[in-house]
């Protein structure tokens, strides 16, 4: 954003402006310079003719002018009033949907936190926790409304002792927190009451017009009860609890936002699985080091780990298979990421392997990095594929002497790549793929495969999208709100021009 | 100067632009005159003197071939006598008259065409064995050139004062218009005055803030007034462009005024309507002021060959007798 426009596009609060959508058309208001400059020459330049007397000319001038040369101006003012408008309307103006009190707060709470409180144990409660029921207790017993993060922002209206209504827990709070955030008047103060999910994004919130103050809550600090998870409490059985399985997360420095992320996901994963299956994750967080060669032997100290990792997240070189061996137990699952961006893994070669079942298509990566396919020997087959078939997660098994599941993600664990980390999908998958490594899990979870037709073929059934469909977006919904009355306004203007002209 | 009738093959009717291109005042006046003598020749002329006047009876002395025989042998046919008929050209060449009308192709100054018009009278006259003398009006003072009648010597220099000529300057006061009546005053003999001239800031009055019935008329249609009232024949040559007549001008225009230098900027195309309403209450003005004094008025536009516009001028005088 130009250092000139970013007064103009994040205003002040006490200004009160509206924000815009796509922001670079304001620099089309330069376009008011056209006929400023039109009207300018066209006063210097005019053509000089010699007459032999002005005597009559000067008369009718003086008649003509005083009822022309404001008409001038007024034409001037409409067209350049047409092109701010035009301007204006592609740049996407996004009025605030209330007009609140400029001192107004909102209260935005993770529907996780809620849930968390409806099932608090009987342990002392930790004073961070305390602080935040308490506010949440204060703010009910003061009318402020508590919005959840969730879709649509709704207004949670129940106790706060109670279990908030059945909304999917997510770990998508950004796009909620940018919704909030154009939906709200400027002057608006946010104050955000979270799990400390966030505390994984801590540095990396997304950067609002308003200042907003944090409340995390540890995980940890809430003593929950058997029952208690994210999604919301169903009756049933307490599960006995099942040995612990042990995730890794092992990243490189440049990597430790994408880290962030990955871990947040696992914890928000161990939370709803915990609820499910008894089971919980140890997790394991591990910088390597930042050489630019593989990792060596002993990179990963052995002695550090007195059990085999389960689930291992590898964000960085593509590790060794002495790494892998010591790190990973066999039959576990590595899962690694594109050291690369997105746009570099192009070139896929789309197969079909199953004759007999026309829904399994393989995808073969025939540019894989780092040499991290071709060594294994492994083959891969698309899990998730976009919208334009493009592979986003493969998966393999390898055939070595180390065996163990691979997934492979052709993207980053990091919203510059991929917004799917910041998606309550992206947690959900992570369970699921627990679920698919843990014996003891109860319905292991099946990771279904992409059984999209080739293009042209009628599609059977739609399978783990990575984005929903009917997922709500504020922006275009803020511009269908501000659009009309500014296209009424272009056409009010460009029929007023035209008379003017004309006339 | 008397021609009844008359009408030139088109042969001989020689844009005024295509005179102008000579270059030669002489060899364009020559074309112009004899454009018009060749259209007399197709009429009847009666000649000097042929006008039948009264019977009166023989006297000795009288030329026997004067008598009418046919009316008993006793009666003298007395027909008019040829009157000297003094010619006096006012040609104006103020400022104003270098305004070049650029409708035709190619354009032409309007000095150019009154320099062509005096000329062509100017030979006629002398053909005639008149009297012609010239006035010229520029630079705010009056100068005059008088020759006697068949002079081969008053004809060149009229020529030469004509063809020297520059537009310059406004209109004379008062006391320089006076020369005017000077010149014709001198002797009693009736004159044919004849007044080539744009008219403007001619016909306005010099005071145009004063209470109408306090001002005084311009010096101009004073003196034609004077000059009326001493018994001379007035007639106002009115020249004008097409392009002051139809304002053919185009676009956002700065106009400035030839004579006094003035400016209006403005948009002829939306100036034209209102100019044209504005053009023909002024020209009905000024022709009534010119009538008033006592004078005849012609409008001719610069586009008009000058044969056909010296044979309008003499035909309407002579329906004006």
């Known amino acids: 954003m130009s250092p000139l426009l970013s007064p103009l596009l ?28 039109l009207h300018l020459l066209s006063r210097g330049q005019r053509h000089r003719v010699q007459v032999g007397s002005v005597r009559l000319l000067s008369e009718v001038a003086s008649r003509h002018i005083r009822r022309i040369h404001p008409t001038r101006l007024l034409l001037l003012v409409v067209r350049c009033l047409l092109l701010a408008a035009v301007a204006v309307t592609l740049a996407g103006p996004l009025s605030p949907a209330t007009t609140p009190e400029p001192d107004e707060t909102w209260l935005l ?11 608090v144990g009987t342990h002392a409660t930790p004073s961070e926790a305390v602080a935040a029921f308490a506010r949440l207790d204060q703010a009910a017993a003061t009318g402020l409304p508590i919005r959840l993060l969730a879709p649509d922002l709704p207004v949670f209206e129940g106790k706060t002792t109670l279990a908030p209504p059945p909304i999917p827990s997510s770990t998508d709070l950004w796009s909620f927190l940018r919704e909030a955030d154009h939906l709200a008047h400027p002057a608006t103060r946010f104050e955000v009451l979270a799990l400390d999910r966030l505390s994984a994004l801590r540095g990396q919130r997304p950067a609002l017009v308003r200042s907003v103050e944090w409340q995390a809550v540890a995980l940890s ?6 029952d208690a998870g994210v999604a919301p409490p169903t009756p049933g059985p307490s599960r006995p609890r099942a040995t612990p399985l042990h995730a890794l997360v092992a990243y490189t420095s440049e990597r430790s936002a994408d880290a962030g992320f990955v871990i947040a996901a696992l914890e928000s994963a161990d939370l709803a699985r915990e609820k499910r299956t008894g089971s919980t994750l140890t997790l394991e967080r591990r910088l390597l080091p930042d050489s630019p060669e593989l990792p060596r032997r002993g990179a990963v100290d052995r002695s550090a780990h007195h059990q085999q990792t389960d689930l291992a997240f590898w964000l960085g070189r593509a590790p060794s298979a002495e790494a892998l061996r010591v790190a990973l137990r066999p039959g576990g699952q590595l899962i690694t990421d594109s050291l690369l961006p997105y746009q570099r893994c192009q070139r896929l070669a789309t197969i079909h392997l199953a004759s007999d079942s026309p829904t399994l298509r393989l995808h073969r990566c025939e540019a894989a990095e780092g040499g991290t396919t071709a060594s294994d020997g492994g083959e891969f087959a698309a899990l998730w594929s976009d919208a334009h078939g493009r592979v986003l997660i493969a998966t393999t098994r390898t055939t070595s002497t180390h065996p163990h599941n691979r997934l492979h993600l052709h993207s980053r664990f990091h919203p510059a790549w991929s917004d799917w980390v910041t998606r309550d999908s992206f947690p959900r998958w992570i369970a699921e793929v627990v679920d698919s490594i843990d014996p003891a899990a109860e319905s292991a979870a099946r990771v279904e495969v992409d059984d999209r037709p080739a293009p042209g073929q009628p599609s059977p059934r739609h399978v783990l999208p990575l984005a929903d469909p009917n997922e709500r977006r504020s922006e275009p919904i803020e511009n269908e709100r501000s659009l009309p009355p500014l296209w009424a306004a272009i056409a009010l203007l460009l029929v ?7 006339r | 100067m008397t021609p009844r009738g008359v009408n030139a093959p088109a042969a001989h009717l020689l844009p005024p632009a295509t005179l102008a291109a000579l270059g030669d005042l ?21 000649g000097a003197g042929g006008d039948f006047l009264q019977y009166r009876f023989y006297q000795p ?3 026997p071939r004067r008598l009418d025989w046919r009316a008993f042998a006793r009666y003298v046919r007395e027909t008019e006598a040829e009157r000297e008929v003094p010619v006096r050209i006012v040609v104006d060449a103020t400022g104003s008259m270098a305004h070049e009308d650029r409708s035709g192709s190619p354009a032409i100054v309007k000095l150019d065409y009154a320099r062509y018009l005096a000329a062509a009278i100017t030979w006629l006259a002398d053909r005639q064995g008149d009297r012609v003398s010239l006035a010229t009006i520029h630079d705010g003072r009056v100068e005059t050139w008088s020759g006697r009648p068949g002079g081969r ?6 020529l030469h004062q004509l063809s020297t000529l520059q537009a310059a300057g406004g209109w004379p006061d008062d006391e320089q218009l006076g020369v005017l009546l000077e010149g014709a005053g001198r002797n009693r003999q009736r004159q044919l005055i004849l007044v080539l001239s744009d008219l403007h800031h001619a016909t306005t009055p010099s005071d145009d803030s004063a209470p109408a019935a306090s001002r005084r008329a311009a010096p101009l249609l004073q003196t034609l007034s004077r000059l009326a009232a001493q018994g001379h024949e007035v007639v106002v040559l009115h020249l004008l462009g097409r392009d002051e007549l139809e304002f053919r001008y185009q676009g956002e225009l700065l106009f400035e005024d030839l004579e006094t230098g003035h400016r209006v900027r403005g948009n002829a195309d939306q100036l034209r309507p209102l100019y044209l309403v504005r053009l023909g209450e002024d020209l009905a003005q000024v022709r009534q002021q010119v009538l008033d004094c006592g004078a005849s008025y012609q409008r001719i536009a610069l586009d008009q060959p000058l044969d056909e516009a010296l044979r309008h001028f003499l035909v309407s005088r002579q329906e004006a007798r």
Request: charged share 15%; net charge positive.
């Open chain 1, 496 to 502: 007023a021009e035209r008379w003017i002209a004309l």
């Open chain 1, 221 to 226: 600090s809430i003593p929950v009860s058997a």
């Open chain 1, 10 to 37: 994040s205003p002040p609060a006490q200004w009160g402006l509206p924000s815009f959508g796509q922001p670079g058309w304001l620099w089309a208001l330069g376009a008011l310079a056209i006929p400023l400059l």
């Open chain 2, 26 to 46: 002489r060899l364009a006046t020559r074309h112009v005159v004899e454009g018009f003598v060749a259209g007399l020749h197709q009429s009847r002329r009666p």
């Open chain 1, 109 to 119: 709470v993770d529907p996780a936190l809620l849930a968390a409180r409806s099932t």
């Open chain 2, 61 to 63: 002395g009288d030329d």
């Open chain 2, 153 to 158: 010597r008053t004809v060149e220099r009229i």
